[in-house]
């Protein structure tokens, strides 16, 4: 397996190497890069990767282990668990309606549109089969002339054909859905976490490599429960900032 790791992975110095890297696989394992089975490099390559000596590796490597994403196997080497831990994470509860009509305005740019294969978390959404073909549409939210997100919308084929280059260039795919598909939404379902930009982000929303950005994932479903829409977005954080509002049930 080859790891994909982009330019200065392990940039916070103030943070052990070990935490980072652990980190880092983490993430991959639960994004679906690194799929269950799929077997590592050995401690001497992984440390030629990430550019430090074999200590924090043994370290990363230990910690996932007894996390329970990665096993190690005598003689044959590390591999990913088959059953990786889920992620974990608090759920407060409000409207879509809040969701569509507290968004930030701005001009939406569109960027590529394109055909990939499905990674593990794009196909356990969609209920289809991982490596199958999905859609995977790339835009850019501009805010007062500088780039505010970077967009990954994902889809099923079938639906992104039936969108126009004009609606991706002037609407949230949510009010695409509703007003143009006439798909009614139901769920809206986010994840958040604090990241830091790789060399792509970067050169989207023109910043530097490893500046802070706040990752966010949202999963759309129709009212009958039908998978609909996900999406990657990359803000940028020295422009974004995220409110939540909870209310206490009587």
């Known amino acids: 397996m080859n790891l994909r790791i982009t330019q200065n992975p392990l940039s916070d110095h103030f943070v052990p190497y070990y935490h980072q890297i652990a980190n880092l696989i983490r993430r991959k394992i639960w994004e679906g890069e690194f799929p269950p ?72 740019a569109l960027l590529s549109s394109e055909r990939v294969p499905a990674s593990r978390a794009t196909a356990e959404f969609f209920r289809i089969s991982g490596g199958d073909d999905i859609a995977l549409i790339r835009r850019l939210r501009i805010v007062d002339g500088i780039p505010y997100s970077y967009i990954m919308n994902y ?3 079938a639906v992104a054909e039936r969108i126009s280059k004009e609606d991706l260039n002037s609407k949230t795919m949510v009010e695409i859905f509703e007003k143009r598909l006439g798909f009614p939404v139901r769920e809206v379902r986010q994840v958040i976490e604090a990241r830091t930009a790789d060399s792509e982000i970067a050169a989207q929303l023109s910043t530097g490599t490893a500046s802070p950005v706040m990752y966010v994932e949202t999963f759309v479903q129709s009212r ?27």
């Open 37 to 108: 089975g799929a077997k590592f490099p050995n401690e001497v390559e992984l440390a030629d990767i990430f550019g430090v000596s074999r200590a924090p590796v043994r370290r990363a490597l230990a910690l996932l282990e007894a996390d329970g994403f990665l096993t190690r196997q005598r003689g044959r080497g590390t591999f990913v668990a088959d059953s990786p831990p889920p992620l974990r994470f608090p759920v407060p509860i409000g409207l879509i309606e809040d969701y569509v009509t507290t968004g930030i305005q701005g001009m939406l």
């Open 155 to 157: 889809l099923p084929v």
């Open 224 to 250: 009958e429960g039908i998978p609909l829409g996900f999406s990657r977005t990359c803000h940028r954080g020295d422009r974004y900032k995220y409110m939540v509002e909870l209310t206490l049930q009587a």
